[in-house]
């Protein structure tokens, strides 16, 4: 993530806290959460618009604001 967290200045986040599931997998999969900041140029911008998939092979599994997880039409969200 490193290359699209510099493009775009998202702030990764370590998945270690908490005693999730996929913590001790993270390295093995390449999962990682990041922070979109006010300052990204991702703001306002959707998944699909971002072509996080096609322009980087990244994959979002889901999107949250705060502590509420967000569901629906995902890749239709505008990020902020």
Same mark, same amino acid.
């Given at each position: 993530i490193g290359p699209v967290a510099n493009t775009y200045g998202l702030e990764p986040l370590p998945l270690g806290? +908490? +005693?999730?599931?996929? =913590?001790?997998? =993270?390295? &093995?999969? +390449?999962? &990682?959460?990041a922070v979109v900041p006010s300052e990204s140029a991702l703001v306002g911008h959707t998944i699909l618009q971002a072509r996080l998939r096609s322009e980087h092979g990244l994959t979002a599994i889901g999107l949250r604001r705060g502590t509420r997880i967000l569901s629906g039409a995902l890749l239709k969200t505008p990020l902020k």
């Amino acid at each position: 993530i490193g290359p699209v967290a510099n493009t775009y200045g998202l702030e990764p986040l370590p998945l270690g806290a +908490g +005693g999730r599931y996929f =913590t001790s997998r =993270t390295q &093995v999969i +390449g999962m &990682v959460e990041a922070v979109v900041p006010s300052e990204s140029a991702l703001v306002g911008h959707t998944i699909l618009q971002a072509r996080l998939r096609s322009e980087h092979g990244l994959t979002a599994i889901g999107l949250r604001r705060g502590t509420r997880i967000l569901s629906g039409a995902l890749l239709k969200t505008p990020l902020k």
